[in-house]
Nanobody
Framework: QVQLTESGGGLVQAGGSLRLSCTAS???????MGWFRRAPGKEREFVAT????????YYADFVKGRFTIFRDNAKKTVYLHMNSLNPEDTAVYYC??????????????????????WGQGTQVTVSS
């Protein structure tokens, strides 16, 4: 069993930055980690994913060049650093874990149903 706890959300002005953290407890070796978000009135959507070692990442097109996902396995934490935020980025951000030793991640890992564990989410609000 893996428990995921997100933190780092908050209110930021357009153009600003935030860094989200997702800390895992329990057995965490060998997990692909992903970030998803759900904006008000919209479906949950994929944001970014990273393989178990941190050597492979994959992003949704709308965040490429603005967001960076990385992980520190010693701390059992995955991060999402977000730059150039705009009001359309306002959402609850969730991290998720998929049991996988895949050496690379790609579009296939953008599918939410693949993930076995989910956090409770952290709110990000970007003001204009």
């Amino acid at each position: 069993q893996v428990q995921l706890t997100e933190s780092g959300g908050g209110l930021v002005q357009a153009g600003g930055s935030l860094r989200l953290s997702c800390t895992a407890s329990g057995r965490t070796f060998g997990y692909v980690m992903g970030w998803f978000r759900r904006a008000p009135g919209k479906e949950r959507e994929f944001v970014a994913t990273i393989n178990w070692s941190g050597g492979s990442t994959y992003y949704a097109d709308f965040v490429k060049g603005r967001f960076t996902i990385f992980r520190d396995n010693a701390k059992k934490t995955v991060y999402l650093h977000m730059n150039s935020l705009n009001p359309e980025d306002t959402a609850v951000y969730y991290c998720a874990a998929e049991r996988s030793l895949s050496e690379s991640v790609n579009y296939a890992h953008s599918v939410a149903i693949r993930y076995d564990y989910w956090g409770q989410g952290t709110q990000v609000t970007v003001s204009s």
